[in-house]
């Protein structure tokens, strides 16, 4: 009898990290051993990979609730208690959102009697000593209570979403994110064909990848762009994703007169293509859990550069370059460093280093099935 699994998002309807997450897991999954259902809390993410998922045999539903106040955590405790009283799931495996979120669906599946609790942290959010900090204690240590099982992408999210210990008494099982290391080996085909769609020829290509929130630093990333066309003139920005701030930050490159130079790309399923096109990557978050985007531009062999709030483990191959965001003055030391780039002639090897580090897909998705296969 095959096991109904519920994979478990937190979003507004934006794809990124934790989404390519769990599509991989659902892509290598046997269909005649679990029943797989995608749920969202808010508005669903898989929008792009529907037609392919229901194919597949699996299931896409959404909870039309964002838990962004309290009142709007109680009824969504509610729902998926109801949700979950429906579906009668084996498993829950819970993905993204704070702390908050995994209290609220953690403790519904509790409650519900549910076999498989997987708590699963994504993030990290450097900490702040406060009050807040002590009321969020007490949160991780009622977290605690509700799960089968506790896993996190990298010791910084362990700790951001569970308690001290919890995870000094290794109960919190580290698995290092992975990426399908043949699709995002550079391809010189898929570079000329991505580059003649945007007309683009000969020009520095940057790229980033990430939703239009605060986190991912837009603003900063616009401001190194217009310092580096200081120094070459026709270089190219290419931003891929979607988000509240994307008003805004279109504003500021007209502001900046950056028009020419910046090309937004809404949500792409082509990342492969997208990575082989662009010369450098560039990721000035202010927070990563992991940051999985940055593996897949190591493994493209594009030139990589990183904020040094990034874990240290997402630099697999040892070839990223770590840079400050501290100060206003930064954004000129990213650009100089970017115009110093140099066309690697082996970036085909690149992919090869990310698999032997152990960052390919395979394993992740191996170690997540022994996990549900150990469940029940």
Known sequence: ????????????????????????????????????????CGTSTYNMFREDILKRGGYIDEIPIYADSIKKQRLLYSELRLYYREKKPDIVHINSGGLSFHLLAGKAAKDEGIKGIILHSHNFIPSQKNLKEFVKGLM?????????HYLACSKGAAEWIFSKSLVEQGHVEIIPNGIDTEKFTFDSYKRRLFRDELGIKNELVIGNIGRFQSQKNHYFIIRIMKEVTRTISDAKLLLVGKGELQTEIEEYVNKLNLNKNVIFLGERRDMDAFLSGIDVFILPSLYEGFGIVAVEALASGAKVFLSDKIPKETNVTGSAIYLPIKDNQDESLWAKRICKYVLSDDRTAQGGKVSDAGYDVKNYCYRMKEIYRSIG
């Open 1 to 40: 009898m095959r096991k109904r699994l519920i994979l478990i998002n937190s979003c507004k309807g934006l794809y990124g990290g934790v989404e390519s997450f769990l599509l991989n897991i659902f892509y290598h999954l046997n269909q005649d051993e679990f029943e797989v259902i995608f749920l969202t």
């Open 140 to 148: 991780k240590r009622k977290l605690k209570t509700y799960g089968t």
